[in-house]
């Protein structure tokens, strides 16, 4: 059974370029969640999307978006890039009555 | 709000130690909670799920229990390695939200030889 996949795996963008990140949840799960990750902040609740509605929504911009589709696979969205957007971006995929969380390997942006 | 503490954030032991995290969470109205393994750079793996209406998990070595009544739940690590070196993190996910985790800031632990 195959994990929850992300990618890329690491990109580097300019200040004020956009960006999009994807993720592939497990086969049958139809939440997936994404966080952001930095030494300062820890692992923070950016959103979450359910059979392509988002359910949840963190305390970040509006620059951040995301979207699921018909397969449950998941992108988001940063645009207009800042250096503090720089962080590992982690998805999480999760099914079933126990609703328990697999993540991806992460995404590794880095804003320069 | 809920807000995940865990403490110590970094723990230092000797090879073949039995070792204890903790986790504490202000808000019991929780659905599970669960323990993670981070490595340097890497996402985040599984290691134990305990739902609300559990004292504790097992998994090898790992023994995680939960009190909900006072917040707390604790990762007992048998028989420390050096392989078990890592961030080990805690989140928990609250009832009707979804599947929102929160987590906490993690214990760096490194297991020497």
């Known amino acids: 059974k195959a994990g929850v996949t992300q990618t890329p795996r690491y990109l580097i963008k300019t200040r004020g370029q956009q960006v999009t990140l994807s993720c592939s949840p497990i086969?049958?799960?139809?939440?997936v969640s994404w966080y952001q990750q930095t030494p300062g902040q820890g692992l923070q609740f950016l959103f979450e999307?359910?059979?392509?509605?988002?359910?949840n929504k963190g305390n970040f911009p509006g620059r951040f978006s995301g979207r699921q589709f018909s397969n449950s696979r998941s992108e988001m969205n940063v645009s207009t890039l800042e250096l503090g957007d720089s962080a590992l971006y982690l998805c999480?995929?999760?099914?079933?009555?126990?609703?328990?969380?697999?993540f991806g390997q992460g995404t590794r942006l880095t804003v320069v | 709000k809920q807000e995940v503490t865990q403490i110590p954030a970094a723990l230092s032991v000797p090879e073949g130690e039995n070792l204890v995290l903790n986790c504490s969470f202000t808000?019991?109205?929780?659905?599970?909670l669960q323990w993670f393994r981070q490595d340097p750079g890497k996402g985040l793996t599984s290691l134990l799920l305990i739902q609300s209406s559990q004292r504790e998990q097992t998994s090898g070595r790992l023994n995680a229990s939960l009190d909900k009544s006072s917040g707390r739940s604790t990762l007992y690590i048998a028989a420390s390695q050096p392989g078990d070196s890592a961030t080990y993190l805690c989140?928990?996910?609250?009832?009707?939200?979804?599947?929102?985790?929160?987590f906490g800031t993690g214990t760096q632990l490194k297991v020497e030889l």
């Open positions: 086969s049958g799960h139809r939440s």
């Open positions: 999307y359910f059979s392509e509605t988002q359910r």
């Open positions: 999480a995929s999760s099914g079933g009555a126990s609703a328990e969380a697999f």
């Open positions: 808000d019991s109205a929780i659905y599970n």
């Open positions: 989140a928990v996910l609250e009832r009707g939200g979804g599947n929102k985790l929160t």
